[in-house]
């Protein structure tokens, strides 16, 4: 079994930790003077000229997604073992508990020669595992524009490099998503294996049963996802008020109810960032009901109140094709780079037949999604976090797997949004919703 250590003490670290379990990692190395020496979540914090000194050459998991000074920091000296937690499907370090030891992380063991695709962390686990799994023909090839840098040390490490690929008739399973289409051009005679989704879904197999609840809770009915972009209006909260309309709402929505007597019947958030820094009012908030990601343990460490139910949110990365879409919300769900995309799942779930968007721009004025500008108050996000920029090109992607899914079961999204740049779906007028 490889250990492997973690660079960055901080959040995103200790979900890595979380994901790996602790017999998996040595230590910590971080930058700040202040954490060195001591320990976080029991593993010991170094420095990088501790870890440089110990001269054992294993890998770095290097966690912080502002990465560039690391990155420079390592090369500078001679250190090309380490993977980037932007190259590993995000569902992998998320914060859910051990999902890396679970076996059915990896369910599929062929028969006959395996081959993993793709340099990455993923890519170790992977031959980890059939290693592990005394698997006899394990091979590894890098994916077309992998430095020459990194080739070596992993092959050391973790098995031979195949070559050419062509000779390959096996089962070919690939690191990561976006990989796909290239494994099934080099290697046409093997069995291909997205391992990445397999792994995304078989984290998904152990459901939440309280959120069984909202099984078809709502059939037949209409309902309103209500985003927080700067076309929101407070009128139009009041006349959803008025009619009685089904909400789902997200993230700060909290921030107009000092101005309206209209509250979501739902609310969602995922961004961990937010569960962290905002717990309190989410706590406080005015809502029937509440849906918290679970993968922020400290959150779920305290006495949490019966009205706010976890959820599975994986992570599962994309770039060029659209995304799963889960229809069954108790077993998870994924995240589309957007908490709408989370909330038209579960409307599906809970049975609604017509979907209404509102408030949802899909147009930031600003990188980052707490600027002034992108939502409907200015001070929308009062505490400074550090919020990633918002990817536009595939939360489209996700917008457009819910309409696949939805046109082929019968169910309406409607943007009912007041301007705005998505055109993904069907526009309707929002006062024409209303009209007697």
């Known amino acids: 079994m490889e250990k492997y250590y ?9 979900r890595m930790l979380n994901n790996l379990g602790k017999e998996k990692v ?7 003077v202040k954490l060195q020496n001591s320990k976080v979540d029991g593993i010991p914090v170094i420095s990088f000229e501790t870890y440089l000194s110990r001269k054992d050459n294993r890998y770095i998991i290097v966690t912080p997604f502002n990465d560039s000074e690391i990155i420079a920091q390592l090369e500078a000296s001679g250190v090309y073992t380490y993977f980037r937690i932007m190259d590993c499907p995000a569902h992998l370090h998320s914060g859910y508990p051990h999902v890396i030891d679970n076996s059915d992380i990896f369910p599929h063991i062929p028969d006959g020669p395996v081959l993993v695709y793709g340099f990455g962390l993923y890519a170790a686990l992977l031959l980890d595992y059939f290693r592990q799994q005394n698997c006899t023909q394990i091979f590894w090839a890098s994916q077309k524009g992998c430095a020459e840098e990194f080739i070596p040390s992993f092959m050391k490490t973790f098995g031979p490099l195949l070559s050419p690929p062509q000779q390959f008739s096996g089962t070919v399973f690939a690191a990561l998503p976006e990989l796909g289409d290239e494994v099934r051009r080099l290697y046409p005679q093997a069995k291909f ?3 990445s989704l397999e792994s995304a879904y078989a984290i998904m197999k152990v459901p939440f049963p309280r959120l069984t609840e909202f099984d ?7 309902c309103f996802i209500v985003a927080t972009g700067p076309s929101l209006k407070i009128q139009d909260l009041d006349v959803l008020h008025a009619h009685h309309e089904y909400c789902i709402s997200l993230n700060h929505i909290y921030k107009a109810f000092g101005k309206t007597a209209w509250r979501p019947d739902y609310y969602m958030c995922g961004d961990t960032m937010l569960i962290r820094d905002y717990a309190q009012e ?12 679970w993968n ?3 959150f779920w460490d305290t006495q949490v109140p019966d009205n706010i139910y976890p959820f599975l949110e994986c992570r599962y990365e994309y770039w060029t094709q659209e995304p799963p879409f889960n229809s069954n919300f108790p077993y998870g769900v994924f995240t589309g780079y957007s908490v709408t995309y989370v909330c038209i799942q579960f409307a599906v779930y809970a049975g609604f037949s017509e979907i209404y968007l509102i408030g949802c721009d899909h147009n930031y004025a600003a990188p980052q999604t707490g600027a002034a500008g992108n939502h409907f108050v200015k001070d929308y996000q009062e505490k400074k976090v550090n919020t990633p920029a918002y990817q536009k090109d595939k939360v489209e992607l996700a917008y457009r797997s819910a309409r696949q899914y939805c046109d082929t079961h019968g169910i309406k999204i409607y943007n009912a949004t007041r301007g705005g740049k998505l055109e993904v779906f069907e526009r309707v007028d929002f006062d024409s919703l209303f009209a007697k």
């Open 6 to 14: 973690i660079w960055g003490a901080g959040l995103k670290g200790s």
């Open 296 to 298: 922020y343990p400290p």
């Open 193 to 195: 294996v997205d391992a």
């Open 26 to 32: 040595l230590s910590f190395i971080d930058n700040s």
């Open 282 to 293: 989410i706590r406080d908030m005015e809502v029937p009901v509440k849906f918290i990601a």
């Open 216 to 222: 078809n809770l709502h059939a037949g009915k209409r």
